[in-house]
Structure formats: C-alpha cells, structure tokens
C-alpha cells in the first residue's frame, strides 16, 4: 500500500512542483540581500523554481525545473529580494543551455541541472557566487542547515514575494530509506527533519540550496505532494558533492572565467 502511495505523491509532486504550490512554510523574511546567491528562475515573469550562482555565468538547480514550460524561455533572475518589483539590484539573464544531468529521466534521481547563462553576471554588493562543498564532505545528523526560497507559504495561503528562510536538521540517511523506500537514493541524495512551527521547504522551492557550514550540500528535490510540512515525511535534496565531477566536467568546457 505504502508503494503504490509514493508512486501516486511522487507523480503528483513532479507534474506540479509550481509555484501555485510553493514556497517556504514558516520561517522568517530573510534580510534583504543577505543571500546574494540566489536565484529566481522564472517564465514569463513569473517565479518556478530557485537556484544558486556558483559561476558568474551557471546557475545550479534542479533537473526537473526545465520541465514546467520547454517551449518559453527562462529567466533568471539575481539580486532580488522581492521579486514582484522591479528592483535596481536586480539582473535578468536569459538561460543559454541548460545541463540536466545525462541519467535524469524525468523521475526523482539526477535531479540536478546547470543553467549557462548568456552572459555573466556582474558580481558586487547584491549578487555573488557560492562555494561548492568537498568531496568528501560529510554534514553530521542533526546539524542545523538552511533553506531558502520565494513563493507560497502553504496550500492555499497567499505567496510571498520576498525571500524566506528557515533552518531544518539533517537526519540519517536509513531513517529516509525507511520512510521514502525505493524513492531515496542515500548515495544521491540528502534528507531533513523538520517541525511543523519552524517548517521549512514546500512546492516550488525546488532548485534552492541546503546549506550547511556555509556551503551548500543540497538542492531542493522533492516532499509529500498532499502536505510539504508533514513531519512524517522528510524533504528530500540532491547530493551536491557526489555530482562534483560531472559539475566541474560541465563548467571547464566552458572554460574558465576570470
């Protein structure tokens, strides 16, 4: 029965990761450009799916985020805080390739992607780039990380234009084994405990960052369909430092940027 329910949520969850359904659940209003990493990717104005600039010219998202509308252009957006004005800081740069990862089927593993942009960014007081993790990196369970993103605070509740944060705690991998079954790839992917007064990710936040010891370890993959701040179901995350390889391969074809 447990089976043929993930099936059923995880479906729902990729067909309609919108920003209809987004956003993050609890939290704070994260201080105005505190995060200078972010992005907003968008079509046609308006907000699908978050991301970080770890090059002046790629973005680092998730894999599943090209598949809201292939036949319009995306955005993205940096510098922002609230994206439904027209911010002086903010730079809108038009993707030109997009990178999934090679094995990604449309499904919940290699759910990674890089976005090319167009032309670089121009880095200062509101718009950087990120560090990767190592390698080898490990993130303890039960160290706190945090999570960010625009959109929706819940089913049904009004959207927030401006960046929000909050922090959620890493847990053991075979704890989400158990609970996410043939869904959770522990090699892949990351997974966070959560409460229900500080939440944390939802619908649409998919492409931000977990960060943890400054860096990020995670990009936002999936979490129940029908509640996103269910305790019993931890979120999920793509596992940066095992795709650093194919990261680093994808970006030294471009060559490096100075």
């Known amino acids: 029965m447990m089976q043929t329910f993930c099936i059923i949520f995880v479906f729902q969850l990729f067909s309609?990761?919108?920003?209809a359904e987004s956003g993050i659940v609890g939290g704070k209003?994260?201080?105005p450009h505190?995060?200078?990493?972010?992005?907003?990717?968008?079509?046609?104005?308006?907000?699908s799916c978050g991301g970080i600039l770890i090059r002046e010219d790629f973005v680092l998202t998730a894999a599943h985020c090209q598949n809201f509308d292939r036949l319009k252009e995306m955005m993205v957006v940096l510098g922002a805080h609230n994206i439904s004005k027209s911010e002086p800081s903010?730079?809108?740069?038009?993707v030109a390739k997009y990178h999934p990862h090679p094995k990604y089927t449309g499904k919940h593993d290699y759910d990674i992607m890089l976005l090319k942009l167009q032309k670089k960014a121009k880095l200062n007081n509101y718009v950087t780039t990120i560090g990767l993790p190592k390698k080898d990196e490990k993130i303890?369970?039960?160290?706190?990380?945090?999570v960010a993103g625009w959109g929706?605070?819940?089913a049904h509740k009004p959207a927030?234009?401006?960046?929000?944060?909050?922090?959620?705690?890493?847990?053991f991998s075979f704890e989400c084994k158990n609970i996410w079954q043939d869904y959770f790839i522990p090699d892949?992917?990351?997974?966070?405990?959560?409460?229900k007064k500080r939440g944390g990710v939802c619908q649409g936040d998919s492409g931000g960052p977990l960060i943890c010891n400054k860096k990020p370890q995670g990009i936002t993959a999936f979490t129940l369909m029908a509640d996103c701040n269910n305790p019993k179901y931890p979120h999920v995350f793509t596992k940066i430092n095992f795709f650093l390889p194919w990261i680093k391969k994808i970006m030294q074809g471009y060559g490096n940027v100075a």
């Open 16 to 19: 309609l990761t919108g920003a």
């Open 29 to 31: 209003v994260s201080k």
């Open 34 to 47: 505190s995060r200078r990493y972010m992005a907003s990717l968008q079509f046609h104005g308006q907000h």
């Open 90 to 94: 903010q730079q809108q740069i038009q």
């Open 140 to 146: 303890p369970a039960n160290a706190n990380c945090l």
């Open 152 to 154: 929706r605070t819940g």
């Open 160 to 171: 927030s234009n401006v960046l929000k944060e909050t922090t959620e705690k890493m847990q």
């Open 188 to 195: 892949h992917m990351l997974c966070t405990k959560f409460d």
